[in-house]
């Protein structure tokens, strides 16, 4: 379960070349809204979508740009440095970081926002940090790596770089659930993310029409664990909002595991309902009392 005071349920990605659809995904419901300097932009045009992307923060409140990240492109290449350049200065509230290779790499991001905030007389450690932890063969062995790496509030996976990484020509089985490398991964970054206390967001789901798919899977990973999940598409950001809030049922069944136990000070498990509940299960219910603010 997250220890981070951070919360955040749907992730919306807006490609950073286009002002149109960062105003779009900036005007909707999204908890955080990702403008995206990696994927969704060419080679060529990185340049232009920083200095679009500069101006965009710039002219936002402060408030509103809490909520306004960036995915600037990996450390391996050589556009990282003129992406945190160009954007830091326009106070995002964090970046996300994209194939990371482990612990090494958040911390040299460190070292890098750290002297652009000073520059820029940001407070420093103020722009929070997501990774990516699985989109290279060989983060798959750091996933554990990330408590107390500096701003690290999440983690989250990708399945399609990583099954290049291997060589795979596909990541999905005949029935379209993922194979088992990318259900391992999954659980990693979900193991990982419980490790460093951080939150566990679901990667993205491509078919943006298929909210009936979107809506199962979300639910479906809230309840192994995951706090929230990317989205690709505007149309996605309510499904994902209302899967990872707890429903009235929940919140209801878990104040009553709560004040049970409460009641009952001193006992270690207790018969409820036909089954018998221990301290786990009060953990868990105060867990689910707090994403729901009736903590």
Not at 24 to 50: H, Q, S, Y
Not at 149 to 177: F, I, K, M, Y
Not at 234 to 256: C, H, K, R, W
């Amino acid at each position: 379960m997250s220890q981070s005071p951070f919360s955040a349920r749907s992730w919306l990605f807006a490609p950073g070349d286009s002002v149109k659809k960062m105003e779009k995904a900036t005007a909707g419901p999204a908890d955080v809204v990702i403008f995206d300097l990696e994927d969704a932009v060419t080679e060529d045009e990185k340049p232009a979508a920083r200095t679009l992307i500069a101006g965009f923060l710039s002219a936002r409140s402060e408030a509103d740009r809490t909520r306004l990240w960036v995915r600037v492109n990996p450390l391996d290449g050589p556009h990282t440095l003129a992406d945190l350049a160009a954007i830091v200065p326009g106070r995002p509230g964090g970046i996300m970081l994209p194939k990371s290779r482990g612990r090494q790499d958040v911390e040299l991001l460190d070292h890098y926002l750290s002297a652009l905030e000073v520059a820029a007389g940001i407070e420093p450690g103020a722009t929070k940090v997501i990774v990516l932890v699985t989109e290279t063969a060989e983060a798959m062995f750091t996933t554990g790596t990330y408590r107390g790496a500096p701003r690290v509030v999440a983690l989250t996976w990708g399945a399609e770089d990583l099954a290049d990484a291997v060589g795979a020509s596909e990541n999905r089985n005949t029935d379209g659930s993922y194979g088992f490398t990318y259900e391992l991964v999954r659980s990693m970054c979900l193991l990982g993310a419980a490790t460093a206390g951080v939150l566990a967001i679901e990667t993205i789901a491509g078919d943006f029409k298929d909210l009936d798919g979107l809506r199962a899977r979300a639910e479906k990973v809230r309840r192994d664990g995951y706090r929230g999940m990317l989205a690709i598409h505007p149309a996605q950001v309510d499904v994902i909002n209302e899967a990872f809030t707890p429903s009235i049922g929940e919140l209801e069944a878990a104040q009553e595991i709560v004040d049970l136990f409460a009641a009952n000070p001193g006992v270690g498990a207790i018969g409820h309902r036909g089954a018998m509940l221990d301290r786990p299960h009060l953990a868990r219910a105060k867990a689910l009392l707090s994403a729901g603010g009736r903590a």
